[in-house]
């Protein structure tokens, strides 16, 4: 995904590990969202980044529980291993990608399945100096974004929506506009391997020290996406 704007863009690419997650447990249209809170976010704009998060994925008919795994009293879920419809959010202030314009990043097997997605706090920031963007949203739109691409596998850029390559971000009404929402198939694609999901086995360790899983043998990662 990119952002286009006078000065700068924005590329959400997606990043491919050799390494695929299989099947545990899940069967019904609900996902267990893990968030690591690398950059510690005021626990307000967290929860209205999560509500946003949690809403556009509502609209698709899937519900998102959360577990904070920075709390002081970590969660069990925290140190466990993942199942199959639990995936990771690790909110970090910047990362290694080809241009500083990318705000988030998702690691796929090369099934196109994934567990865990990075994004990047200081470049939302960037975009709500240059554009006032709302931080909060933007964080939760994002994180819907890249969690869309866990679900949706590879290749998952469409025309319209939340999965748009492209936000215009000089357009504070229509970035507003409630318009950045899971299309109908999408929908129906998401939900179909959520259900999926409990026909298989298999888990994850979760792993906050890097956006790697461990124990996954992942070969170097491979990338893909658009190019500012």
């Known amino acids: 995904m990119r952002f286009t704007g006078s000065r700068w863009g924005l590329l959400l690419s997606v990043v491919l590990l050799a390494a695929a997650a299989r099947a545990a447990n899940g069967g019904n249209s609900k996902i267990t969202v893990l968030v690591n809170d690398g950059v510690q976010v005021a626990p307000s704009m967290l929860l209205q980044a999560e509500q946003e998060t949690a809403r556009i994925f509502r609209l698709a008919g899937i519900e998102i529980a959360w577990v904070n795994c920075n709390v002081e009293a970590e969660p069990d879920e925290c140190a466990q291993f993942l199942d199959e419809n639990q995936f990771v959010v690790h909110i970090v ?8 314009c990318v705000l988030g990043q998702s690691f796929l097997g ?35 974004h890249e969690l869309g691409h866990l679900l949706l596998g590879s290749n ?16 504070p009404r229509r970035i ?9 198939q999408q929908s129906r694609l998401m939900k179909t391997r959520i259900a999926r999901n409990g026909q298989n086995g298999g888990v994850l ?24």
């Open 205 to 228: 360790r979760t792993s906050f020290d890097s956006a790697r899983p461990e124990g996954s043998g992942a070969s170097p990662l491979r990338r893909q996406g658009f190019l500012p």
């Open 110 to 144: 090369e099934d196109g399945t994934g567990k865990y997605t990075d994004v990047y706090f200081e470049r939302i920031q960037w975009a709500h100096r240059d554009f006032d963007a709302d931080v909060a949203l933007l964080l939760g739109r994002v994180s819907a």
């Open 93 to 100: 202030q910047s990362g290694l990608t080809r241009t500083k």
């Open 156 to 171: 998952a850029h469409s025309n319209v929506g939340i999965m748009k390559p492209k936000w215009d971000l000089e357009s």
């Open 176 to 184: 507003d506009s409630g318009t950045l929402v899971f299309t109908k």
